[in-house]
Nanobody, 137 residues
Framework: QVQLVESGGGLVQPGGSLRLSCSAS?????????????LGWFRQAPGQEREGVSC????????YYADSVKGRFTISRDNAKDTLYLQMDNLEPGDTGVYYC?????????????????????????WGQGTQVTVSS
């Protein structure tokens, strides 16, 4: 069974940092290994819809960041470890929410930005269960 498991969330003060990880397992059971997938981080604040934060393509330099996190967050992937990361620096209270990772290799998305913008509507192949991030003093 393919799984995505997020970790690294927690409570942090404004201006602090966190590093989220998304560990993938059993992708080879579906014939296509982790490196075939486009990946993304999404978040859902209380009372709001889930939104795309950052997405990364099969090539590691194919990146997209939402304007609200540009310059503060860095997405990366380690295909050897089947793991996706999100380094979050200079955190703000508005970054509070549940953070989800997602993986997709279907043709539904034309660009990484398209995945970040439309995944909540079009769906993805796989979603993780989420990890809570709370930014508060």
């Amino acid at each position: 069974q393919v799984q995505l498991v997020e970790s690294g969330g927690g409570l942090v003060q404004p201006g602090g940092s966190l590093r989220l990880s998304c560990s993938a397992s059993n992708f080879s059971l579906n014939r296509f290994t982790f490196n075939y997938y486009v990946l993304g981080w999404f978040r859902q604040a209380p009372g709001q819809e889930r939104e795309g934060v950052s997405c990364i393509g099969r090539r590691e330099n194919d990146l997209y960041y939402a304007d609200s996190v540009k310059g503060r967050f860095t997405i990366s992937r380690d295909n050897a470890k089947d793991t996706l990361y999100l380094q979050m620096d200079n955190l703000e209270p508005g970054d509070t929410g549940v953070y989800y990772c997602a993986a997709d290799r279907s043709p539904r998305f034309t660009t990484v930005q398209h995945m970040c913008d439309k995944a909540q509507i079009l769906g993805t192949d796989y979603w993780g269960q989420g990890t809570q991030v709370t930014v508060s003093s």
